[in-house]
């Protein structure tokens, strides 16, 4: 089945300073990549996904970048801010086959003032 | 209007209790999908339904978990006999279909002493 594989575990910048988390997965039938932020105590939030016939996808400060190829894809913050701490998870899924997502391990972004 | 709403935020039981666990997808949602969260973890998918269809179980980890959606809307989440290593936030999340943004509650925090 798939694998998803995120690093870092934890990641520490200064307020407005770019932050970039890396995903990689195992199964390259997978074709939907979203990104979640969950804030302590909340449940998790998304704030990007992109699909396998997409390389990049780009939303204000957040992007997220795909290589089928590498099997890897990446979400990159821009111009950080002290509310972008939080713990982020990147997840794969094959959409229209299966429902569910499987997820990274986590990173927790700490943005410092 | 109303996300996935979870009850209850916050459930302490003893070791051998079973445990019953409710989520109200938003309106509308015809998939609903069950994880856990250990603590430093990522989210692990635990069962999805999908419409009518039988229920997706192959990620629930012992038949001691068993998941019910009537009417197509509310799911209930039953863990029998809990153990220790139960103690995890457990996350419902809704969607469209299984080809849409999947939408999270706040979780149940449930302790198993």
């Known amino acids: 089945g798939e694998n998803v594989e995120q690093h870092p575990s934890t990641l520490s910048v200064q307020e407005g300073d770019s932050a970039v988390i890396k995903c990689t997965y195992s199964d390259s039938a997978s074709n939907y990549f979203p990104w979640y932020k969950q804030e302590l105590g909340k449940g998790p939030q998304l704030i990007i996904d992109i699909r396998s016939n997409v390389g990049e996808k780009k939303d204000q400060r957040i992007a997220v970048t795909l290589n089928k190829t590498a099997k890897h894809f990446s979400l990159h913050i821009t111009e950080t801010q002290p509310e972008d701490s939080a713990v982020y998870f990147c997840?794969?899924?094959?959409?229209?086959?299966?429902?569910?997502?499987?997820f990274g391990k986590g990173t927790k972004l700490s943005v410092k003032p | 209007g109303a996300g996935v709403s979870q009850s209850p935020s916050n459930k302490v039981t003893e070791k051998g209790k079973d445990v019953e666990l409710r989520c109200d997808p938003i309106?509308?949602?015809?998939?609903l999908y069950w994880y856990r969260q250990s603590l430093g973890q990522g989210l692990e998918f635990l069962i999805y339904?999908?419409?009518?269809?039988?229920?997706?179980k192959s990620g629930l980890p012992s038949d001691r978990f068993s998941a019910e959606r009537t009417g197509g809307s509310v799911s209930t989440l039953t863990i029998q006999r809990t153990q220790q290593e139960d103690s995890a936030v457990y996350l419902c999340?809704?969607?469209?279909?299984?080809?849409?943004?999947?939408?999270f509650g706040p979780g149940t925090r449930l302790l198993v002493l």
């Open positions: 339904f999908q419409g009518n269809s039988a229920p997706d």
């Open positions: 999340a809704s969607s469209q279909s299984v080809e849409e943004t999947q939408y």
């Open positions: 997840a794969a899924s094959i959409w229209g086959s299966q429902g569910n997502l499987i």
């Open positions: 309106s509308g949602h015809t998939a």
